[in-house]
């Protein structure tokens, strides 16, 4: 059959919120989760052992030994991520280190990220006079990389410059007006005293975050998580900043999904206009 950890990272957005729980032990652990017994998997991912046994069954093995022994030979398969860089490591351990770190990033995410969200957040945007991608910090710097992505599409799209700025920007918001916010954690206090401001000028909020349970959820209408996890750390690398790009592109093709009209008239005079400036 397959690999193990390559059939889990597919299957794991099909699992149930338990067997998620699972999903995670396991790809974080690949050595150490061989040697388990299934109540002892089930005590460290704090769950029933009948859920260990369903989530077995979920991936289509017979029971828990037979998974152990899929386990056992997907590691002997190949040498596990390490879950640290040792000094003196050498360039193809980054390569593969950054490359799978970035799967797992994404496999979490896939899990992590509502669909149904992602629609209602696409209505939003649909319906919004105007849109504003903000962000603090390096989430300032992906907002406007979400920002420039709509703004090919539409003119309505907006961005502002530093924590001034886009106070006066969600103090002068409307009701008929969308903030779409980058926030990894949630827990700035700038970003939370824009999105209070822009709540109450009556806009509406969409956060783009890693974390969930913060005060800045509580602030939007729509959260579309970006992570697996909630591990401050990770949040600082290039595979949570992947991530949150992912989910934009996500809710991008979905909102050209829903606008077809608007994204041809969009692509023909953008096209016309940057044709001319083709060497």
């Not at 995670?24 to 050595?31: A, K, M, R, T």
């Not at 000028?201 to 602030?219: E, K």
Request: proline letters at 4%.
């Amino acid at each position: 059959m397959e690999n193990f950890w390559q059939m889990l990272r597919e299957k794991r957005p099909e699992l149930t919120r338990s067997g998620r729980l699972v999903a995670d032990y396991l790809l974080q652990n690949p050595q150490g989760a061989q040697n388990l017994s299934i109540s002892q998997l089930a005590q460290v991912c704090q769950v029933a052992e009948a859920t260990i046994f369903r989530f077995c069954r979920a991936l289509g093995f017979e029971g828990y030994h037979e998974m152990k022994i899929a386990i056992a030979q997907a590691n002997a398969m190949v040498s596990p991520l390490p879950t640290r860089l040792e000094p003196g490591a050498d360039t193809a351990t980054l390569y593969r280190y950054a490359s799978e770190s970035v799967v797992e990033m994404l496999s979490a995410m896939r899990g992590a990220l509502e669909l149904a969200a992602v629609d209602q957040a696409a209505a939003l945007l649909k319906n919004a006079r105007q849109v504003y991608c903000l962000g603090q910090g390096s989430g300032q710097i992906l907002a406007k990389d979400i920002w420039s992505r709509f703004a090919s599409l539409s003119n309505k799209f907006r961005t502002a410059g530093d924590t001034h700025m886009q106070a006066v920007a969600a103090s002068l918001m409307g009701p008929e007006d969308t903030v779409l916010f980058v926030s990894y954690s949630g827990l700035v206090r700038d970003t939370l005293e824009t999105l209070r401001l822009a709540r109450g000028s009556g806009a509406r909020v969409i956060l783009l975050t890693y974390c969930p349970d913060t005060p800045a959820n509580a602030l939007a209408d729509v959260v579309l998580r970006c992570g697996g996890g909630e591990n401050p750390l990770d949040m600082l690398g290039m595979p949570a900043k992947i991530a949150v790009l992912f989910a934009a592109n996500v809710l991008v093709l979905r909102y050209m999904m829903d606008n077809p009209e608007q994204v041809e008239r969009a692509r023909h005079r953008t096209g016309r206009a940057l044709g001319e400036k083709s060497l």
